[in-house]
């Protein structure tokens, strides 16, 4: 790592916050995105008609980093670009540990004048060993100490998932999202160009990081590809890695020219080098989302093998489909199962081969669960759930089968998700959230299609499979 341990450690966990350059052009994004933060928290800013909008929010602006009495762990700078070799120095001057640079126009313009203050920046940072975060990015989010980018985004809580990226929307869109499914972050930064701290610098941080348990990457290119494959295999021996790649594509991989000043590589090699690494993939937010959903709630289990009930024929079709598709298997269930089944199932518009068509048969759910539960030909239990609001009829059979998928999880020691299917999702938005919500309190990872529960599955599959096989 080209900046020490010890200073990057102080920047991302900060105790004392400066923004440089916040303005009211911006309804002072920075400085109330603080408001939140544990500590105390300077503006610089030395144009007048902003002093006093800033000093009416209670916080001290100075002219100059150098003014400011306190030491400084971290420093967010929003100033133009020709002014922010100027503040680097400062900086500097001043011992500050860490420093993101939101200011933006540097290589990823593809201009000669951004390439060279680019160079100027990397070249005073790296002298200095002071950690520099960016250019071009949104900086910090650490919502256990309050340290945010975005004035909503939510604080007070601390998470064991590290998120860190090429891009601030796509950092910003999974703090919103991750937080919507009840997935919480521990730390995220967004970095952009990376001229100093790259992807394997933050991947070799948070792997050491007793507070991160699972890391998640978005990466455009790579600076030094040898160093973050060796250090990703080394990581993936004791905690998971889910890397969301962009530029796939040659549009996309000429897009991430002109965002980062990235190369996107051969995806053929991209994916034949995550598979040797052991790390997981994702394709994009809501994909992302749900591994870390699965990784978070689902248990350790090493067999492919699925149970599925709650879907009618077609549905149940459909459902085996997207599990299959995702690397697992739909077995027959075992004899015995089906002998169990046969002395009180009702085949009248249901089926019980596997997927379970479960038609009239939804007050046996209990045997239902008790047999994929001791069915030795099943590793993971998937239930279909029809997601209803309050004042639907049915809502209290779904109520029913909540409870019954929750008694089943608690005696058993194999994995339960549940898929809250619905034909009109928006229409059912509220209900979805609201079951999502109960699910999640009892430990059972929810989806919101066929799709998306196989592949989370099938990824914290893989990942509890290749750990138990030394991988």
Known sequence: MRVERERLDRTINPRTVAVVGDAKIRNYRWLKSMETFQGPVYSVQVDPNEIPNIEEMGIPNYSSLLEIPDEIDFVLVAVPRNVAPFILRHCVEKDVAGAAFFTSGFSETDTEDGRELQATLTDLARDSGLALIGPNCMGLYNPGVGVRFGPNQPSG??????????????????????????????????????????????????????????????????????RFFRTLRETTRHKPVVLWKGGRTEDGGRATRSHTASLAGSTEVWDAACRQAGALQARNLTELVDILKALTLIPPFTGDGVGIAGGSGGQSVAMADAFSTAGLRVPTLTDESYAQLEEWFSLVGASFRNPIDMGSNRTELEQIFGI??????????????????????????????????????????????????????????????????????????????????????????????????GG
């Open 157 to 226: 809580f601390e998470g064991r998932i590290s998120f860190a990226a090429q891009s601030g929307a796509h950092t910003g869109d999974l703090i919103e999202a991750a937080y919507d499914a009840g997935v919480l972050l521990g730390k995220a930064v967004s970095f952009g160009n990376g001229i100093v701290l790259e992807n394997a610098d933050y991947l070799e941080y948070f792997a050491g990081d007793p507070k991160t348990d699972i890391l998640a990457m978005y990466v455009e290119g790579l600076q030094d590809g040898p």
């Open 372 to 469: 994929l539960d001791r069915d030795e030909h099943i590793d993971a239990i998937v239930m279909q759930i029809r997601p209803r609001p309050q004042d639907d009829p049915d809502r209290e059979l779904l109520e029913e089968l909540v409870e019954a998928l929750v008694r089943s999880k608690e005696r058993s020691a194999k994995p339960h998700i549940a898929l809250l299917h619905s034909p009109k999702p928006l229409a059912h938005a509220e209900a979805i959230r609201e079951i999502s919500g109960m699910l999640a309190e009892q430990g059972i990872a929810s989806f919101e299609s066929y799709d998306r529960g196989a592949r989370a599955l099938a990824a914290a599959r893989n990942w509890y499979a290749s750990r138990a096989n």
